[in-house]
T-cell receptor, first 112, second 114 residues
Framework: DQQVKQNSPSLSVQEGRISILNCDYT??????FLWYKKYPAEGPTFLIS?????DKNEDGRFTVFLNKSAKHLSLHIVPSQPGDSAVYFC???????????FGTGTRLTVIP | DAMVIQNPRYQVTQFGKPVTLSCSQT?????MYWYQQKSSQAPKLLFH???????NEADTPDNFQSRRPNTSFCFLDIRSPGLGDAAMYLC?????????????FGDGTRLSIL
């Protein structure tokens, strides 16, 4: 049973516009959420995270929003750049646990 | 740069022939993980070591074993690979002693079964 879901397998955005990637989870015990970025032939690279005590975390062009009541988080990339083209994985865990639950990923294509 | 290194990047083995994948880290993290990722699927945790303590996921097949001889190295042994074991295998590390911390991944080993 997939506890973390990314329902959009792909997303295309024009350069300079906003990219919004979405993620839903089912386990209300999750309290730490992460986004990873993956280029072809490379491992996932940590991008940004958020703790459940916050509803927003920002790092440069990347902002993650958490809506605990809806069990939903999103990653906003503004402005999108061609180098942002990659697969983005959402992941969730419980503090103190050692396993991450991943979504299936969303392939973002930023069109120049 | 501190990093997680996986060798080899590509591994081809024959059906039923044992294979070992390796992972090393210079981050001095106490937890090391092995994930299996098949095409268009989420990475799936196979097992992890918290220091020397081995933790197996309930649905990890017995065909998969792991060894961690020291802090820096961790190995994934597949005793009798089947066609269904063809996948990307990802190693990751973390240091949970400092609270919630992201896992750091290597670039993976892509395993093909002939």
């Amino acid at each position: 049973d997939q506890q973390v879901k990314q329902n959009s397998p792909s997303l295309s955005v024009q350069e300079g516009r906003i990219s919004i990637l979405n993620c839903d989870y089912t386990n209300s015990m999750f309290d730490y959420f992460l986004w990873y970025k993956k280029y072809p032939a490379e491992g996932p690279t940590f991008l940004i995270s958020i703790s459940s005590i916050k509803d927003k975390n920002e790092d440069g062009r990347f902002t993650v929003f958490l809506n605990k009541s809806a069990k939903h988080l999103s990653l906003h990339i503004v402005p999108s750049q061609p180098g942002d083209s990659a697969v983005y994985f959402c992941a969730a865990t419980l503090t103190g646990a050692n396993n991450l639950f991943f979504g299936t990923g969303t392939r973002l294509t930023v069109i120049p | 740069d501190a990093m997680v290194i996986q060798n080899p990047r590509y591994q081809v083995t024959q059906f039923g022939k044992p294979v070992t994948l390796s992972c090393s880290q210079t981050l001095n993290h106490n937890v090391m993980y092995w994930y299996q990722q098949k095409s268009s699927q989420a990475p799936k945790l196979l097992f992890h070591y918290y220091d020397k303590d081995f933790n197996n996921e309930a649905d990890t097949p017995d065909n998969f074993q792991s060894r961690r001889p020291n802090t820096s190295f961790c190995f994934l042994d597949i005793r009798s690979p089947g066609l269904g074991d063809a996948a990307m295998y990802l190693c990751a590390t973390s240091s949970p002693h400092r609270g919630s911390q992201p896992q750091h991944f290597g670039d993976g080993t892509r395993l093909s079964i002939l």
